[in-house]
């Protein structure tokens, strides 16, 4: 009984510490990497010069400010004219063309606040027909694809696990997806858990696209 107790009160322990040192982790990482902007101030200028020690986080809060900044200044008229400028002059290279194309096509896809991708939970039958999985819907096929695809198909993202970040793109029939009434945070948080926090039922599912 006494051993019963002692691995019921590590477990308890584990429970709360290891979420708390990945969060402490994956945070320590991100703050890390934008500490880098630091290096673009002039040496005399940066925190631990001026203060005497170094302060964790001074680049994030200077990462922010430059990201906000940039916003700031692309929304006006003489902003919009320069962001022209730069992608005509970006065009004008290669193989820097290619990349910056085609990461632009797809930031503007994500973040887009009109666009679709990722807005939508799905529910898939994906390997196979006997088996369903978590995807979001990223859009509809476009370019020549629509000219072999029979009906009406949509485009979606099938996300592995535990990272997210890697995945499948498929085309699927709009009739086979079933939208989910679940958010894609709630999404998200069920396939790293690997199924493990599954989300409230909400009072709605709709079945087709």
Not at 16 to 42: A, H, K, N, Y
Not at 156 to 162: A, G, K, Q, S
Not at 178 to 202: C, F, N, R, W
Request: charged content about 15%; overall charge neutral.
């Amino acid at each position: 009984m006494r051993g019963q107790l002692i691995k019921r009160y590590f477990i308890t322990g584990l429970l709360i510490w290891v979420p708390l040192v990945i969060t402490g982790w994956v945070l320590s990482m991100i703050v890390s990497t934008l500490d880098q902007s630091l290096r673009l101030l002039p040496e005399s200028i940066h925190p631990e010069h001026l203060v005497g020690f170094a302060i964790p986080g001074a680049g994030a809060v200077l990462t922010l400010l430059m990201i906000l900044l940039t916003g700031l200044l692309a929304a006006n008229f003489i902003g919009q004219k320069l962001v022209v400028w730069w992608e005509k002059l970006l065009a004008r290279i290669p193989v820097v063309n290619s990349v910056y194309n085609s990461v632009k096509q797809v930031s503007d896809t994500l973040f887009s606040p009109n666009g679709n991708a990722f807005r939508q939970a799905l529910l898939v039958r994906y390997p196979h027909q006997d088996s369903l999985t978590i995807a979001f819907l990223t859009g509809q096929p476009g370019g020549d694809v629509v000219n072999h695809l029979d009906g009406d198909y949509v485009s979606v993202y099938v996300p592995t696990t535990p990272n997210p970040t890697s995945g499948f793109f498929l085309m699927m029939p709009a009739k086979d997806v079933i939208e989910l009434d679940m958010t894609v945070d709630e999404a998200l948080k069920y396939i790293i858990s690997m199924g493990v926090v599954a989300p409230q039922p909400h009072a709605r599912i709709t079945t087709n696209i």
